[in-house]
Structure formats: C-alpha cells, structure tokens
C-alpha cells in the first residue's frame, strides 16, 4: 500500500488535488448482491491510495429510490441501504483520510425525490396548503387546467417531456429532470435552512468538501413565465439570487475548512466565473474543456479561455474528460466527432477504439500538467470505453425521456472490472451486476493492468506520481510545429502535445520524464502522444 504523502498545507489541498469519482453502484460491490456499495469502496481504498489520488467525491449514496441513479434524494441524513450504513459512511471517512485522502459528498439543491418527506407532505395536504410552497405548485392553464403552467424545455437532454406533472387535485408541480424529482421552491427560508444543516450535518462527519448537483439551476423566477429562448435572465438558469445562495453556503463551509465544486454548465465564461468570486464556490467543473475536439487549436483556446476566466477571482481551473453524465473519453476521442455534446449521442456510432485509448493517454498527460484540480472519474484509469447496453437493459431516465433516440448514460456506468479470473470480472461475487458488462471486460481488469507497464491504470499511477515536477506556477506557452502544443509551468517541467499528423522532434532536454505511448524509432514523439520532459 502507498504511504501516505508527506502533509499538504490543509487548507489549500484542493487547488491542485486529483479527485476521484466514485459512482458507488458501480464502483465494487463488498455484499455480492449485484450492486455497488460503501463495503466495496472500503474493501478497495488501498487501490485508490495507490493510485494517488488527494480526494473521491461520491454520486449521491443517500437514501433514494434511484429515479435518477441516487440524484432523486429522499433523506440526506441516512444512507441508501443497498450502499450501506451511515455508520460504514463515517468510517469510511476516516479511514480515507487515514491514508490521506479527504472525502466530498454530493449535495442535490435543485430537487428532491417525490418519496422525500417534504414531498410526501405536500402531496397529501393539498392545494393552498403551506406544505406545497416548499415546491412550485400552480394551477394549470386552459378551461380546466389542463395545460401545464408554462413551456419551461426540460434539463434532460433530448427530452421532449413537460416539466410540469399533474396530481389527481388538479393542481400541477414543476420539475426540471424527472416527475420523481419535483423542484424545490428557494424563494422559501425552510429550504435555505434545510440544505445549510444538511452540509453541517456532513462537515460535522468529517467530509471536506460539497459538489454541489445542477447549481446554476435552484433560483426560479417567481413568476414562473414562459420561456423565451435568449431572454435575460433566464426564468430559471443562471439567475442572480444564486449568488446570495452561495454566500451563505460559503460562511457555513469556511467554518469547517471544506470546499465546494459547482455543477455549473453554463456557456458565459464570465458568468461562470462569478460562481468562483472569493466569498463564493472554491471551484467548478471545467465544462468547456470536457466538451473541447482533440484539436490543437481548440484544446489551447479551452485550455487559455480557462485560465483567463479563472484568474480574475483567483480560483483554480478544474480538469475534467469525463464524468457520470457523458459519453467515456476513449469513446469519444475514437470517433469521428471528438467533442462531447448531449444532443449529439445516438446508438451504433462508429468508434476506432485504439485511437481513442491513444488519444485519451495522451490528454491524461495534458491535464494532469494543467495549473489546478484534476477529476478522474472511475475507470478513466482502467481506459474503459463506454459500453453500448442493451436497449432491454438500460435504466437511465434519460433515455425513457427521450422517446428512446438518446442512449442515456449507463453506458459509462458499468460496473467496474476488477479481476480476470473472478466471475463479473471481480466486481462482486454472487449475483449479476445491475447493469451488464460487456464481454470484454475482463481485458481491462485492474489486476490485468496492474502488472503491465504499459496500461493504462500504469500510466495515471506514474503520472499522478510524478506530476508535483510541474509545480505551482503559471502555464506558459513555447514555440512548437503546428499542431502541437508546448508548454512549461514556471520552474517546472514541460508539456508537449503532438496532434499533427507527423512525429515531432522533442525540444532538448535533461530528462524524459514519461510519455503517453513509444517514441518512434528516431526518437520522435508520434502523433496523439504526449510527453513530459525536464529541460
Ligand atoms: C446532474 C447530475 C446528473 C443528474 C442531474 C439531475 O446533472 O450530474 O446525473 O441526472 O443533475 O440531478
């Protein structure tokens, strides 16, 4: 097992962490029943701390009847228990943090299960009753209300479904995402109240951090008007009560040291950057670049735009390829379109596996370099493409609410293989996984990759290893051949990115420090290959 690292200055650990997604149904399953939990994770924490990485941040493990893969909460004080306890949570904690990695919970403002206390109260008093302005309840329109409220487009992409859904007394409740997730009325001081003890009630039990789910999205015009494509602001992105949100939620974070990372998606750099202003959220997902092509020009503007944004409010970028939500980087950069857009997912697109993986090494390399926080969501390290499941067997609402043409998300969430020789490549013992594994899979078993230098699990150990040669400092860029990019961070190391078509010299140098895949026979550095150098 890896010791842990010498002691970090606590309370900036996350300028620079790596942080490791862990989807908790899928990540290894300690019971054997078929479904991820807290005993697995605890079972694999040596893993993980081999691996180097500073923090996890774990999907939503609270008690939920999974509408949404456990972001349809019904009580954040107790834990799911097809995941486990919330006595194994803590201990689990702690004995993260024993090997110094810190642990961030993910928090659901924006809405709630409908099996949610609240919900179930509100359902049941009825119209008028104060129990609903803890939702958005209205009437509807038409002769007999009929028609939902207004024309909000649904956060499900692709989604063609009402946010709006209709009790049996008429009365009508808005929900973003699924009907199982009605949205939570913040013009009301019990929902502040609510969500503030709740981050006590975690910070109290050790976690040091808060992802917080669809943050742009809580504040709601009151009013509740149509929506107008472009109008400004938004009936219910991105609006300016958000911040007074945030403020608060900082004052009770900062009296624990903790720190948040923000869901925001949104298009507007500088309205981004006002979610990161200094009394605000410690940071935030780094959208732009998940989405970026594997193109020179893209990647280095992604890459400049960042900082630039970033700068002004002195909050570090994050780096993030992948996530719970999108299409897995060794897919995506296999394909022909190499950005990721939701509206862009179909089934049955063609996929070069093999320039994928290269691809995905080499902007392992490239983020891991960056100046601030890296997320690696798991598998990432395994190099696991995503799995196209069968239409029998998806679960995801996304792909129900679609009318059936979006693939949904599971196929980034497949249970994770951990052994070549176990049945379920060793994710649990007994029972089939929730969601099916693909045949191969046992090639990309951890144990498999473990004993070969060239995997990719090798590669982001080595790399997470060595990437404090980078330092601290600012990025600068150096001159390089078209099509590759170059650059060094202050004293530090340096970066080359070679995604011409031909291979490229590398610049002098006192030490190869690691490279995505073989230099060719010259010594070159070949085309989607990345390289660490000393200079
Ligand atoms: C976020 C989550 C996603 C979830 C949605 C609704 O985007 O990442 O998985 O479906 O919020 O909570």
Same mark, same amino acid.
Not at 100 to 123: C, E, K, L, Y
Not at 253 to 280: C, S
Not at 507 to 512: A, E, I, V
């Given at each position: 097992?890896?010791?842990?690292?010498?002691?970090?200055?606590?309370?900036?650990?996350?300028?620079?962490?790596?942080?490791?997604?862990?989807?908790?149904?899928?990540?290894?399953?300690?019971?054997?029943?078929?479904?991820?939990?807290?005993?697995?994770?605890?079972?694999?924490?040596?893993?993980?701390?081999?691996?180097?990485?500073?923090?996890?941040?774990?999907?939503?493990?609270?008690?939920?009847?999974?509408?949404?893969?456990?972001?349809?909460?019904?009580?954040?004080?107790?834990?799911?228990?097809?995941?486990?306890?919330?006595?194994?949570?803590?201990?689990?904690?702690?004995?993260?943090?024993?090997?110094?990695?810190?642990?961030?919970?993910?928090?659901?403002?924006?809405?709630?299960?409908?099996?949610?206390?609240?919900?179930?109260?509100?359902?049941?008093?009825?119209?008028?009753?104060?129990?609903?302005?803890?939702?958005?309840?209205?009437?509807?329109?038409?002769?007999?209300?009929?028609?939902?409220?207004?024309?909000?487009?649904?956060?499900?992409?692709?989604?063609?479904?009402?946010?709006?859904?209709?009790?049996?007394?008429?009365?009508?409740?808005?929900?973003?995402?699924?009907?199982?997730?009605?949205?939570?009325?913040?013009?009301?001081?019990?929902?502040?109240?609510?969500?503030?003890?709740?981050?006590?009630?975690?910070?109290?039990?050790?976690?040091?951090?808060?992802?917080?789910?669809?943050?742009?999205?809580?504040?709601?015009?009151?009013?509740?008007?149509?929506?107008?494509?472009?109008?400004?602001?938004?009936?219910?992105?991105?609006?300016?009560?958000?911040?007074?949100?945030?403020?608060?939620?900082?004052?009770?974070?900062?009296?624990?040291?903790?720190?948040?990372?923000?869901?925001?998606?949104?298009?507007?750099?500088?309205?981004?950057?006002?979610?990161?202003?200094?009394?605000?959220?410690?940071?935030?997902?780094?959208?732009?670049?998940?989405?970026?092509?594997?193109?020179?020009?893209?990647?280095?503007?992604?890459?400049?735009?960042?900082?630039?944004?970033?700068?002004?409010?002195?909050?570090?970028?994050?780096?993030?390829?992948?996530?719970?939500?999108?299409?897995?980087?060794?897919?995506?950069?296999?394909?022909?379109?190499?950005?990721?857009?939701?509206?862009?997912?179909?089934?049955?697109? @063609?996929?070069?596996?093999?320039?994928? +993986? #290269?691809?995905?090494? &080499?902007?392992? %390399?490239?983020? /891991? =370099?960056?100046?601030?926080?890296?997320?690696?969501?798991?598998?990432?390290?395994?190099?696991?493409?995503?799995?196209?499941?069968?239409?029998?067997?998806?679960?995801?609402?996304?792909?129900?609410?679609?009318?059936?043409?979006?693939?949904?998300?599971?196929?980034?969430?497949?249970?994770?293989?951990?052994?070549?020789?176990?049945?379920?490549?060793?994710?649990?013992?007994?029972?089939?996984?929730?969601?099916?594994?693909?045949?191969?899979?046992?090639?990309?078993?951890?144990?498999?990759?473990?004993?070969?230098?060239?995997?990719?699990?090798?590669?982001?150990?080595?790399?997470?290893?060595?990437?404090?040669?980078?330092?601290?400092?600012?990025?600068?860029?150096?001159?390089? @051949?078209?099509?590759?990019?170059?650059? +060094? #961070?202050?004293?530090? &190391?340096?970066? %080359?990115?070679? /995604? =011409?078509?031909?291979?490229?010299?590398?610049?002098?140098?006192?030490?190869?420090?690691?490279?995505?895949?073989?230099?060719?026979?010259?010594?070159?550095?070949?085309?989607?290959?990345?390289?660490?150098?000393?200079?």
């Amino acid at each position: 097992m890896a010791q842990p690292t010498p002691a970090r200055k606590p309370s900036d650990w996350w300028r620079s962490a790596v942080i490791y997604q862990v989807y908790v149904r899928s990540f290894a399953d300690g019971d054997g029943d078929g479904t991820g939990d807290l005993a697995g994770v605890r079972a694999r924490l040596p893993y993980l701390a081999d691996l180097g990485v500073d923090a996890l941040w774990f999907t939503p493990w609270y008690l939920s009847p999974l509408k949404d893969g456990g972001y349809d909460v019904a009580d954040y004080r107790s834990i799911d228990p097809a995941f486990g306890t919330l006595a194994e949570a803590e201990k689990l904690i702690a004995e993260a943090r024993e090997l110094d990695i810190r642990t961030i919970v993910d928090i659901v403002p924006n809405h709630v299960s409908d099996q949610h206390v609240w919900f179930r109260a509100a359902r049941a008093a009825g119209p008028g009753s104060p129990e609903r302005d803890l939702f958005h309840f209205r009437p509807g329109r038409g002769e007999r209300g009929e028609i939902p409220p207004n024309d909000w487009p649904s956060q499900f992409a692709g989604s063609t479904e009402p946010v709006w859904t209709r009790l049996p007394d008429g009365d009508w409740y808005l929900h973003l995402f699924t009907p199982e997730q009605p949205d939570l009325n913040w013009a009301h001081p019990a929902v502040h109240r609510e969500h503030e003890e709740v981050l006590r009630f975690w910070f109290e039990r050790g976690v040091a951090g808060v992802r917080i789910d669809s943050a742009a999205l809580l504040a709601k015009d009151p009013a509740l008007p149509d929506y107008v494509e472009g109008r400004d602001p938004s009936p219910f992105v991105d609006r300016d009560e958000l911040h007074d949100i945030y403020r608060s939620w900082r004052r009770v974070a900062d009296e624990y040291d903790g720190v948040f990372v923000g869901e925001v998606w949104l298009p507007d750099t500088e309205r981004f950057a006002r979610y990161l202003r200094p009394d605000e959220l410690h940071t935030a997902f780094n959208f732009a670049f998940l989405s970026c092509p594997w193109e020179p020009d893209r990647l280095r503007a992604s890459i400049d735009e960042t900082l630039a944004e970033h700068a002004p409010v002195g909050a570090p970028a994050t780096w993030v390829l992948c996530n719970h939500d999108v299409t897995r980087t060794v897919t995506r950069y296999g394909r022909d379109d190499t950005a990721f857009a939701f509206a862009t997912k179909a089934f049955d697109t @063609p996929t070069d596996l093999t320039l994928g +993986t #290269r691809r995905a090494r &080499a902007a392992a %390399l490239l983020s /891991l =370099a960056l100046p601030g926080a890296v997320y690696v969501y798991q598998g990432e390290e395994l190099g696991l493409p995503e799995a196209e499941i069968p239409r029998a067997r998806i679960e995801d609402p996304m792909h129900f609410r679609s009318g059936g043409t979006d693939p949904g998300r599971d196929g980034c969430r497949v249970p994770l293989p951990w052994q070549h020789d176990t049945p379920y490549a060793g994710f649990g013992s007994h029972q089939e996984p929730w969601l099916p594994q693909p045949a191969d899979w046992t090639s990309y078993a951890a144990d498999v990759q473990a004993a070969d230098p060239g995997s990719m699990l090798r590669l982001y150990r080595e790399a997470i290893r060595l990437r404090p040669v980078f330092g601290d400092g600012p990025l600068t860029w150096l001159p390089a @051949p078209e099509g590759v990019l170059h650059f +060094t #961070r202050a004293d530090g &190391a340096h970066c %080359l990115v070679n /995604l =011409a078509e031909a291979p490229v010299d590398l610049p002098d140098h006192t030490g190869l420090l690691l490279t995505s895949g073989p230099l060719d026979l010259r010594g070159r550095l070949p085309r989607d290959t990345a390289a660490w150098l000393r200079v």
